[in-house]
């Protein structure tokens, strides 16, 4: 028999950070400039969201939906594909995706 997030009392739970971090602990860096918004799809509907910032393997987007840690959903960059993602994080209105698989960051001639 499984333990269960639910049973563990994390699902939507937010756990508040007691200090800064120290020192970055990612490995890929983030990139504020390269993409401005995105389209979620989220429990059947799509919403239209800033993207705060965006890296290889993951995006913080600006958004008032409250979905669970771990929660799947797609996110679509503009001319780009689907991504599948989950949930990692909740926080003051931003939520943290990471992405099923590596994306390849180029920047589009503006």
Not at 97 to 109: A, D, Q, S
């Amino acid at each position: 028999m499984g333990i269960h997030k639910k049973a563990l009392g994390l699902v939507g739970t937010i756990i508040p950070r007691a200090q800064p971090r120290q020192a970055e602990q990612r490995v890929e860096p983030r990139h504020a400039d390269l993409v401005d918004r995105a389209v979620i799809f989220f429990r059947g509907q799509d919403y239209p969201v800033p993207v705060v910032n965006i890296s290889a393997r993951g995006t913080m987007i600006e958004s008032d939906i409250l979905p669970r840690i771990g929660e799947p959903v797609l996110i679509q960059f503009e001319n780009c594909c689907r991504i599948h993602g989950f949930v990692r994080w909740v926080r003051e209105g931003r939520v943290g995706l990471n992405f099923g698989h590596e994306i390849v960051l180029e920047k589009v001639g503006k």
